[in-house]
């Protein structure tokens, strides 16, 4: 069976492009499959190019450039469809315009999957969303979710149930270390949904009962500068550390007591999954997969949304009562268990196969 994983580019290291790496090089091990590579744009992070040595897969770039419609990538997009045959199609983030124009409308030899990695409407533009629609009512595309409450979110945006729910694996060796040097790590792109400002304040109400606390934020992003301003304005600066971005959080998260994130809205973030397998207890907004991944108690503590004061008090407790730590440290390493590359890879192939 010859697959395509496509994404429109790996530009950066977020969730989906560190998911997408795993999935390819974990489905490329399978003797049964044929792995082909394809990405929209040109660039690729420097943590990723092995997907274009790796023997056992083929790799193809479009050359992409410029935003809006590029007829020249259309071309090169469809020309690799004729050229290889897939059996499987198979895409990843927000699907460009690129994809629906080199596909049609007509039924195609190959099976189209894509995975939902966000909260569905916020995941697609309106124009999306109403192509993917249309492309429902041809029976020309299955949508999988990485959580229940992703596949949730499918159902209301596109009224069609998803053909699978399949939770995100990780391809992870932790390391477990004693020397601790940070209270709280964040690993998320600096971005509006990724509510670092929220978080900087909560952090700086937690800085009046522990003053000497520090905070990692690993990540880069367009909302970068503005956090770190807001840092230098509340004096901050020896608090709260901005390490930018790392193809490597094992040694970060080795050296982090508690993982925290303030996110508006997730689906079912990597970020969580490798601080679990750190055993790093979790403090997490209750949104999107983060629930069905994070247990209240058991492997962490969830707040609502923008709640400052939530957010503040779960703080506090981790950071506070030393048994709590244990106990969903314990968990979390036996947890992760769960979440491992290879088992996930075996699920994507027993859709692939199925439907």
């Known amino acids: 069976m010859k697959i395509f994983e496509i994404i429109p580019d790996l530009n950066r290291r977020a969730g989906a492009e560190v ?145 699978a729910t399949i939770y995100n694996g990780i391809d992870f060796k932790p390391i477990l270390s004693s020397k601790k040097v940070y209270d709280f790590i964040c690993i998320a792109r600096f971005s509006r949904q990724k509510n670092h400002m929220f978080l900087l304040s909560c952090f700086l109400e937690f800085l009046k009962i522990f003053p000497d606390s520090k905070m990692l934020l690993v990540g880069e992003g367009e909302l970068q500068a503005e956090c770190k301003d807001f840092c230098v304005k509340n004096y901050l600066d020896r608090n709260v550390v901005f390490y930018g971005s790392t193809p490597s959080v094992e040694p970060l998260l080795a050296q982090s007591k508690f993982f925290v994130l303030g996110s508006l809205y997730e689906g079912n973030p990597i970020s969580i999954l490798e601080a679990m397998a750190s055993g790093l207890p979790i403090i997490a907004p209750r949104v999107g997969g983060i629930p069905d991944v994070v247990e209240d108690r058991i492997n962490g503590l969830l707040f609502e949304v923008n709640d400052s004061k939530q957010l503040v008090d779960n703080m506090e407790r981790m950071f506070e009562e030393i048994s709590l730590q244990k106990e969903i440290a314990k968990n979390n390493i036996a947890k992760s268990n769960k979440f491992l590359m290879e088992n996930c890879a075996v699920l994507y192939k027993k859709v692939f196969t199925k439907y």
């Open 19 to 163: 998911f997408f790496h795993s999935l390819c090089n974990q489905l490329a091990k399978d003797g049964s499959l044929e792995v082909v590579v394809v990405i929209i744009w040109d660039k690729i992070d420097a943590s990723f190019k092995d997907l274009e040595t790796n023997p056992r897969l083929k790799f193809y770039c479009c050359g992409k450039r410029k935003k809006g419609i590029d007829f020249k990538a259309i071309r090169k997009f469809k020309e690799i469809l004729i050229k290889e045959k897939p059996d499987v199609v198979h895409t990843h983030r927000s699907v460009l315009l690129t994809y629906f124009l080199a596909f049609g409308f007509k039924k195609n030899t190959w099976r189209y999957y894509h995975t939902v990695h966000n909260i569905a409407d916020k995941e697609a533009g309106k124009y999306e969303i109403f192509l993917r629609k249309m492309f429902l009512k041809r029976h020309l595309i299955s949508h999988i979710g990485i959580s229940d409450e992703i596949s949730k979110s499918i159902k209301n945006t596109y009224k069609s149930n998803p053909v």
